[in-house]
């Protein structure tokens, strides 16, 4: 399916900003981004707003990275597939962000995944609805440019490791602890990395994103 790249950008994305008081506004309904609402999600987009507020001060571009995306001559739009309830979203976006806020030449947008189930699909990780997603297009949304997404590598592997073991596990009360001891197991090493991978995963594709 092809899509006009331009009105999605236009119609259905918005910036970072408004995506952060938007999560704000959401904790505060004790709500959350897509069709689904219930506690367990709301509880996550709560986590992830108070994770991402630190996030957004704290985080810290390597010197060279900086000096590199600091190059970009060729403009750039960067869309990324999110929700508000992401625990890899949380962590990703504030980097993101801010690279893209390191030059002009790159404009950065969100859109929702479950809102755009069609663009979603037609970027699949591994045949999974992973996100978040980025997608670059180039300066009049007529070629993509590349992809990246949905984690970096390291994190990406254990996600995979974990899901064969999911699949054996039967019983459904000791999956579901699995899972949420899982999560916090990823949530440390996103922690411990502190941005890092993504960075220089990022430097890697924009060289590419340049040709």
């Not at 992401?86 to 809102?115: F, T």
């Not at 590349?146 to 995979?160: I, L």
């Given at each position: 399916?092809?899509?006009?790249y331009?009105?999605?950008?236009?119609d259905?994305?918005?910036d970072?900003?408004?995506?952060r008081?938007?999560?704000?506004?959401q904790?505060a309904e004790?709500?959350t981004s897509?069709?689904?609402?219930?506690?367990g999600?709301s509880n996550?987009?709560?986590?992830?707003?108070s994770?991402?507020?630190?996030?957004?001060k704290?985080?810290?571009?390597?010197p060279?990275?900086?000096?590199?995306?600091?190059?970009?001559r060729?403009p750039?739009?960067?869309?990324v597939?999110?929700?508000t309830?992401?625990?890899d979203?949380a962590?990703?976006?504030?980097v993101?962000?801010k690279?893209?806020?390191?030059?002009?030449?790159?404009?950065?947008?969100?859109?929702?995944r479950d809102?755009?189930?069609?663009?979603m699909?037609?970027h699949?990780?591994?045949?999974?609805?992973a996100i978040p997603?980025l997608?670059?297009?180039?300066?009049?949304f007529?070629?993509?440019?590349?992809?990246w997404?949905?984690?970096p590598?390291?994190?990406?592997?254990?996600?995979?490791?974990?899901?064969a073991v999911?699949?054996?596990?039967k019983?459904k009360?000791?999956?579901?602890?699995?899972y949420?001891d899982?999560?916090i197991?990823?949530?440390?090493w996103?922690?411990?990395?502190?941005?890092?991978?993504?960075q220089?995963e990022m430097?890697?594709?924009?060289?590419?994103w340049q040709?």
């Amino acid at each position: 399916m092809e899509f006009k790249y331009d009105q999605l950008w236009k119609d259905n994305a918005i910036d970072y900003s408004a995506y952060r008081e938007l999560m704000a506004t959401q904790v505060a309904e004790g709500s959350t981004s897509g069709p689904i609402q219930n506690e367990g999600l709301s509880n996550y987009t709560k986590i992830n707003h108070s994770r991402m507020k630190r996030l957004d001060k704290k985080i810290e571009l390597l010197p060279s990275v900086i000096e590199r995306v600091k190059m970009v001559r060729q403009p750039q739009n960067w869309l990324v597939i999110t929700e508000t309830w992401c625990g890899d979203a949380a962590q990703i976006l504030p980097v993101i962000a801010k690279l893209a806020a390191l030059n002009e030449y790159i404009s950065l947008k969100l859109i929702w995944r479950d809102e755009n189930l069609a663009l979603m699909d037609a970027h699949l990780t591994n045949g999974s609805r992973a996100i978040p997603k980025l997608i670059c297009l180039n300066e009049d949304f007529t070629a993509i440019l590349g992809e990246w997404g949905a984690r970096p590598r390291d994190a990406q592997e254990m996600v995979m490791s974990n899901k064969a073991v999911m699949t054996k596990i039967k019983d459904k009360e000791k999956k579901a602890n699995h899972y949420n001891d899982f999560q916090i197991e990823l949530q440390k090493w996103y922690n411990e990395n502190k941005g890092e991978a993504v960075q220089l995963e990022m430097l890697v594709e924009i060289e590419k994103w340049q040709m």
